[in-house]
C-alpha cells in the first residue's frame, strides 16, 4: 500500500486523478459545517446525516463545473470523472488521516458499495486498454473514498483507493491520500487563505496509465 502524505507529493498525485486539494478542502470544510450546524433538539444521527448531506452536495458543486458528472449507481452518491476513469465518494469516517493506521468509515457497508470497489479493480489491472462504452466504463470505474473524520475541533481527512469490503467494512487499500492529518485542524477555518479565492479551479487532468 502506498501512502502520500506531503504536499510536494500530494498535489502532484491529486492532479493526476483530475483534483488539487483546494476544493478538496472545501469540500471538508462543508462537511464539518454541516455536522455543526446539528443541535442537541436533532436526533443524535443528525451531525452525521448532515455532514454527508453537506459533504455529497459540496463534492458536486465544486467537482461538476471541471468536468466531473453526478453519479448515483447502486444507490451511492457520488462524483464521476470520465476522463481519468474515476469516482469520488464522501464518507464519514470514525478514523482518518492517521499515516500508520487505515481509515475507518462510521456507517456499515452494503452489497453496493463492495460492488462497486469490486468492479472497480476491473480498471487497475485490465491489461488491454479498449475504448470502453460510456455505461461500461462508469460500472468499472475505480471508486476512491474522501473520508473526513471529525472530533469537536480536531479535523482528519484522507482520499484513499480500497482494495475490497469485508464484514460490512473496508478492507485494505491500494493508495492512501492524506488530506489532513491530526492536529492541523486548529481553529473554525484554519486552512482557510487570506487571499480572495480563484473563481475557478484550475486542474491539469491525465489519464492513469
Not at 483534483?19 to 478542502?25: F, S, V
Not at 485490465?126 to 466504463?137: F, H, N, S, Y
Not at 489532513?180 to 489519464?207: F, I, M, T
Request: glycine residues 8%; hydrophobic residues 35%.
Amino acid at each position: 500500500m502506498t501512502v502520500v502524505a506531503e504536499d510536494s507529493e500530494v498535489m502532484p498525485r491529486l492532479e493526476q486523478l483530475g483534483a488539487t486539494k483546494p476544493p478538496l478542502l472545501d469540500v471538508i470544510r462543508a462537511a464539518v459545517g454541516g455536522r455543526r450546524n446539528a443541535t442537541s433538539y436533532h436526533p443524535l444521527s443528525a451531525g452525521g446525516l448532515q455532514s454527508w448531506i453537506e459533504g455529497t452536495a459540496h463534492l458536486r458543486r465544486v467537482f461538476l463545473p471541471l468536468g466531473w458528472e453526478i453519479c448515483r449507481r447502486d444507490n451511492i452518491e457520488s462524483v464521476y470523472n470520465p476522463k481519468t476513469g474515476i469516482k469520488i465518494v464522501f464518507q464519514n469516517a470514525d478514523r482518518a488521516g492517521d499515516p500508520l493506521y487505515d481509515p475507518i468509515a462510521t456507517s456499515r457497508k452494503g452489497a453496493g458499495s463492495a460492488r462497486a470497489v469490486e468492479l472497480g479493480q476491473f480498471e487497475l489491472f485490465a491489461e488491454d486498454e479498449e475504448r470502453k462504452e460510456k455505461e461500461v466504463a462508469e460500472l468499472t470505474a475505480t471508486t476512491w473514498i474522501l473520508f473526513v473524520h471529525a472530533d469537536r475541533d480536531d479535523v482528519c481527512a484522507e482520499l484513499s483507493c480500497p482494495i475490497a469490503i469485508n464484514d460490512e467494512q473496508f478492507d485494505g487499500f491500494h493508495e492512501r491520500i492524506l488530506l489532513v492529518q491530526k492536529g492541523e485542524w486548529d481553529g473554525p477555518d484554519p486552512l482557510a487563505d487570506d487571499d480572495e479565492p480563484p473563481a475557478e479551479y484550475e486542474v491539469n487532468v491525465s489519464r492513469k496509465g
